[in-house]
């Protein structure tokens, strides 16, 4: 039977011991990095929305400018025609 020496305990736990703390800091190590890739990722997805609603708007608002141009340019005449009778 092997007996046990307070130097096989020490050896074994300070092994032990590198080997949690490599492990440990390996998964923060690839949490952070994730991390970091989806904060990019994120940002970029929501600058491109921001970009497309953007134009949305526009169009959106250009159509609405030129609706209101038909519709001013229609009452004038409709007011001219009422006006001469």
């Not at 307070?6 to 703390?21: D, E, G, Q, R, W």
């Not at 953007?54 to 004038?76: A, P, R, S, T, Y």
């Amino acid at each position: 039977m092997k007996t046990i020496s307070t130097k096989n305990i020490k050896k074994n736990s300070s092994k032990l011991n590198m080997m949690a703390l490599k492990t440990t800091e390996k998964a923060v190590i690839k949490t952070i990095d994730k991390a970091e890739y989806l904060q990019e990722f994120t940002s970029k997805s929501i600058k491109k929305t921001l970009h497309f609603s953007e134009k949305q708007q526009d169009k959106i608002f250009n159509n609405l400018e030129k609706g209101k141009d038909m519709i001013w340019k229609n009452l004038n005449k409709t007011l001219d025609f009422f006006s001469k009778n």
